[in-house]
């Protein structure tokens, strides 16, 4: 079994790209979703996040404060490296538990923002797809899509690995910066292609 690292800038479109994988077969292990279960209303995170940033950041359900932690941690960097350190860990081994549990044939897509800040991943995966889109569409979906201020989204892509050096960096570039219907056409491609990997 291959597994295909998936990555992107934030709201670059690695879930709408997931998405179209799914709708072909294909098994997706999205770290994002991973990081939402385990810092949700008893999440196993819960604890360790109200020892190291106070119960401030917990909401009344008892999950996570997701708008105070993204205040806090992309102005911050040693708040941000404090909660990696409690987050990725637990990340990752539910990562390796699904990559056991799928039992897949063929291949599976593993989505990680920070694949390529992350060496652990890049040992696993066998080929590393990043999805481009430009600073602009961004931007604006993100406008659209969180309500976030161009302040706010610059301060997350500033801690996130440059557009050019992703783009170095992926064997496979999938590009978002139009519309829709033509994510399909280079998904269908590329899925086409993982079926034949050796
Ligand atoms: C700060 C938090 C609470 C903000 O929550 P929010 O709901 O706004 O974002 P969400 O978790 O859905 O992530 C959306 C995107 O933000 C970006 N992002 C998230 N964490 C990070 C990070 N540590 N560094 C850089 N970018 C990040 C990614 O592009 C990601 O796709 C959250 O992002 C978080 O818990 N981050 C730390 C965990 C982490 O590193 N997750 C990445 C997957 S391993
Ligand atoms: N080609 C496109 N045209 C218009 N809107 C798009 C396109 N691709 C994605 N979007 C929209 O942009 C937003 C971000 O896309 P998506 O959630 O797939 O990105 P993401 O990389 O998974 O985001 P995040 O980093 O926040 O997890 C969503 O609202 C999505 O519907």
Do not use: W
Not at 136 to 161: C, E, P
Request: proline share 2%; aromatic share 8%.
């Amino acid at each position: 079994m291959k597994v295909i690292g998936l990555t992107g800038l934030i709201g670059s479109g690695k879930t709408t790209v997931a998405n179209i994988f799914i709708r072909h077969g294909v098994k997706v292990i999205d770290t994002d979703q991973i990081a939402h279960d385990i810092t949700a209303s008893n999440g196993i995170a819960i604890p360790m996040i109200i020892k190291q940033f106070g119960a401030r950041y917990i909401d009344n359900s008892g999950a996570l404060s997701r708008d105070k932690m993204r205040e806090l941690v992309f102005g911050d960097e040693s708040a941000r490296e404090e909660l990696e350190k409690i987050l990725h860990p637990i990340i990752f081994d539910e990562v390796n538990r699904q990559i056991a549990a799928f039992n897949v044939e063929s291949y599976l897509i593993l989505m990680v923002p920070l694949l390529f800040k992350s060496p652990r991943y890049l040992k696993i995966t066998s080929r590393n797809i990043f999805v481009d889109c430009n600073y602009d569409a961004i931007v604006s979906r993100l406008k659209a899509r969180n309500n976030f201020t161009q302040h706010q989204v610059d301060n997350i892509l500033a801690t996130q690995v440059t557009r050019e050096k992703q783009m170095l960096l992926a064997d496979d570039i999938i590009y978002n910066n139009g519309g829709i219907d033509n994510l399909e056409q280079q998904v269908n491609l590329l899925h086409e292609k993982y079926l034949q990997l050796k």
